[in-house]
Each structure stands twice: as C-alpha cells, then as structure tokens.
C-alpha cells in the first residue's frame, strides 16, 4: 500500500528514454546521466540476470511441491485403510508422525496409546473438516510466485501456526488434559517428516504452540484494544500516500488551469528576417532558462504566449548571429533581425538542404553512440550541475565534423564533453542540395542530469 512509483521510475535507465524532437530536421535531444555509463551497460545483464533467478527459484519451488504431493499421493495408494474410533485413517508402515491432507489422516498405530490416538484424531479431524488444507496449498502456491519477498515465507509459517493452534484449541475443548496433550506432543517431537504439504501433527515449533495452549484467553474489553489498529493503519496509509497524492493533484490542476501566482505574465509575436528582409524560418527562439522553446514558421513568424516577466529570449540561426530580447511588456508584430556571422565563402554551409547529413546508421545510432560515449564531468557532479547544452557544427562534404562550438552553455566543464564527443564522431553521410554533396550547419541540444 506504500507509493513506491517515484522511486520505481527512478530505477529506470535514462538511456531507455531518449527523446528526440525536431522543429526543423534533423534538432535532436540527447539526455544523458551521471550515472547512465554505469547503469546503461549493467542494467539490461542485472535485468535479465534477475530475471531468470526468479524463473528459475519459481521452477524449483513448484518440483519441489510435486514431488511433495506426488509422495503423498503414493502413500494414499500404499498404505492399508483402517478404521480407529469409527474414522478411517490411512496406517503407515514406518514411525513417521502422524499427518492429514484435505480427507486423508496418515497414522502409525503402533507408535502411540489408545488414549494418544484419540487426541491425535480429535486434532487431525479439526483440520480435515475445516478444510485447513486449502490453506496450507494456498500459501504454498503464493510462497512459490513470491519467493523473492521474505514476508511471504513469513506469512506462510504463521498460516500453519495459526491452524495448529485451532487444532490444539478444539482438542482441549473436547476435554483432554492438556498437560498430558503437551507431553504427548513432546513425546512425538523425535518423529520424522518427509513432506511438507500436510496438516502435521507435530512438527511445527512445540514451544510456541504449548505456550498458546497455556496462555490466558483475551477478554472481551482487552479484544476491543486491537480495534484500535484499525484507524492507525488507515491513517499510515494516508501519511504514505498524501505527498505522491499532493503532487499528481497539482501536477493535474496545472495541465488544466494556468498556475495563479503573483508573477506577471507577458506575450510576444513578431517575424524574423535577415539585413535584406528576407523571413527566416526555422530560426530558434529559446529562453535563457531553457523552459520555453521554439522555432519560427517558413514564413518567420513566430508567438509565445504567457511567458514570465523579464524572461530572456535567444534568438539563434546556424551561421548568423544571435540576438537577445528581454520580456518586459507584451510585444506585438516585433521585428527581429539576423545577420549573418561568417563573411562569404567559396564553400558555403547550409541549414537546409534537399538530404539532410545523417550519421552512420541513423538517428538511434547517433544516440546510442552519445549515450556511450559521454563522461559525465567529476567536477559536475561535485558541484551539482545539470542542464542543456547546445552543440553546433559543421558536417562538411566528405562527411567529416568541423567548426564545432557551444551554442548555449552551461558549465564549462560539461561543455567541454559535449565538445568533445561531437569531435569524436565518426564520419557521417553528407547532405545534398541539387544532388550534390554540401556542408551543412546540424544543432544538438545535450541534456545532462544528476541521478
């Protein structure tokens, strides 16, 4: 009943939820762990490593129960039928202890007084009729699906205790001494057990089951106190889960309603052109915190629409300069101008083209190599740091990488690795533009999080 969901998910590797978005093809998102080099290699051994243990303790534990039923069946079909007191009981060949399951009552007649054998039929009667059986099988079948969990095996011992102890309670109602009960128990604690799945008259632990039988029974008013476990469970319960349902209510009312907070909220819309008035689609608008993200229309519009007061906004094209607004009023038909950062060159670079570059083997390949390939900086993590950094760079013709540099930064240390691992690439598949291969500007925003 405890909400362990946060810390499940926590438990998943990053690298198994990798996001790719593209505003204009090929914009990708790598996310990337402190943690994902280690858990990215282990975790799928460690997964199916835990998964065949668990199969297999599962197959063992069910051979094991055949074979116990098989050799109680084998002992229903070889021992002699015998009635003892007007029951018919099943007589054992050799001295094991005396035992039920569901009808059948297994006995050694020669090992025990008349007087004896009454008790022994009182007691192995109590489970027969109340079917005790049922749940002896029961938490057989449990403990073998939930072997792993040792409150199953818990669970299982107690079920067996509390039916001995409803087998002793009706002997002793019948009117049988119970000091002479308990030493009959005790003279019978050397007998042996060969199976498991029974209703055994001795086995179980001999001193918790004399310890019940000589115990005072609970008054009434003394009965009534454990009633008191029950809005204490409740409220248990409640504590456990009101945080994870504190949360889900306000992560729900927030993808409904606007959050209402004292924070004054602006929007803005506007074009983005270059010196010659030509729009610019496909141009990146980014706030500085990276919250709010998008891209201009093919005809350079573009609209944000409530974003917090003095937010900072990049505006940011591949091979042009950047430009910043601050967010201080709401802004309409605003007008933003791009120039371009390289003088002309006898091989221009594009941003858009009829075949996008590629890396060898596809966009998941590209990823899974990032995902290999990056080292999460000691010093990060040392101080906490975690983000998105931005990558821009150059697949040139022949396929290779150049003119490598950090678009939006966040610490020097995880921009150097995201740096470097772009320049490690291998060689990609070249873009083309009228069938021929060109250099072509390709951004990829990294994300970096602490586990």
Known sequence: MLNLHDWVKQQEPIADVILIYSAIFPD????????QQVTWIWYSFLLQLGKGLYIAGVFLLFVRFLIRLGSIIRLRFTASVKKIEGIQVYTLKEPVG?????????????????????????????????????????????????WINPFVWLLKREVRYNLEYLADNTVLQAGYDSRNYQYHLLGLAHHSANHGIYNNFNVLDLKNRIHMMNKRRSGSIERTKYLLFIPLTVLLMII??????????????ESILPVVTNETFFS??????????????????????????????PDGSFRIENAPANTVFSFYR???????????????????????????????????????????????????YI?????????????????????????????????TRIVRGIDPSLDREAERVVN????????????????????????????
């Open 28 to 35: 990708g998102l790598v996310e990337v762990s402190s943690q």
């Open 98 to 146: 005396p035992f039920s399951f569901f009808r059948w009552i297994f006995i050694h007649p020669e090992s025990h007084s008349s007087g004896e054998i009454k008790e022994i039929l009182t007691h192995e009667l109590t489970h027969v009729r109340q079917w005790h059986s049922i749940d002896v099988v029961y938490t057989e079948l449990i403990s073998m699906i939930c």
């Open 240 to 253: 456990s889960n009101i945080e994870a349902v504190a949360r889900t209510a306000r992560n729900l009312t």
């Open 268 to 297: 803005m819309k506007g074009h983005v052109v270059n010196p010659d008035g030509i729009p610019l689609g496909g141009t990146i608008v980014l706030s500085k915190d990276g919250k709010i993200t998008t891209t201009t229309n």
């Open 318 to 368: 591949p091979g042009m300069v950047r430009r910043e607004v601050t967010l201080r009023e709401s802004m309409d038909n605003l007008s933003i101008v791009l120039s371009g950062a390289f003088s002309k060159m006898d091989n221009p670079v594009f941003t858009i083209v009829d075949e996008m570059p590629t890396f060898p083997g596809g966009d998941m390949a590209m990823l899974t």
């Open 371 to 403: 995902n290999k390939s990056v080292v999460y900086p000691r010093e990060a993590i040392e101080k906490g740091i975690q983000g998105r950094v931005v990558v821009c760079f150059v697949v040139n013709e022949d396929g290779s990488i150049s003119k």
């Open 424 to 451: 490690a690439m291998p060689q990609w598949n070249p873009g083309k533009k009228r069938g021929e291969e060109v250099a072509v500007m390709y951004t990829l925003p990294i994300i970096f999080r602490l586990q």
